[in-house]
Nanobody
Framework: QVQLVESGGGLVQPGGSLRLSCAAT??????????MAWYRQAPGKERELVAHITAGSTTTNADSVKGRFTISRDNAKNAVYLQMNSLTPEDTAVYYC??????????????????WGKGTLVTVSS
């Protein structure tokens, strides 16, 4: 399986920046990690995809964060990062790290290899 641990959340003022990190540990039948992603869930809202990145560092961002957030990864460290700039109160949410051995989220979920961290809280407020 894959164990994921997020860090870097906290309180930040509007317009500020924050960098989230997620450290992954793979074991058992999983030898390497394919797709990694950040999701978030704001109070009273459904969980939504923020950004995802393949093992080859191809990225996709949600429209709501394009131009402000950047996802990146370090395969040697099995880590994924989310640089968040120009933060607004609407970005307040619990941010979750997600990963699996395939570069497809649907494949990871279909084969029961979809793993999640416990989340880190980001609060954007004055």
């Amino acid at each position: 399986q894959v164990q994921l641990v997020e860090s870097g959340g906290g309180l930040v003022q509007p317009g500020g920046s924050l960098r989230l990190s997620c450290a992954a540990t793979a074991s058992g039948s999983i030898g390497s990690i394919g797709l990694m992603a950040w999701y978030r869930q704001a109070p009273g809202k459904e969980r939504e995809l923020v950004a995802h990145i393949t093992a080859g560092s191809t990225t996709t961002n949600a429209d709501s964060v394009k131009g402000r957030f950047t996802i990146s990864r370090d395969n040697a460290k099995n880590a994924v990062y989310l640089q968040m700039n120009s933060l607004t109160p609407e970005d307040t949410a619990v941010y979750y790290c997600n990963a699996g051995p395939y570069n497809s989220a649907s494949a990871n979920r279909r084969y029961g290899m979809d793993y999640w961290g416990k989340g880190t809280l980001v609060t954007v407020s004055s």
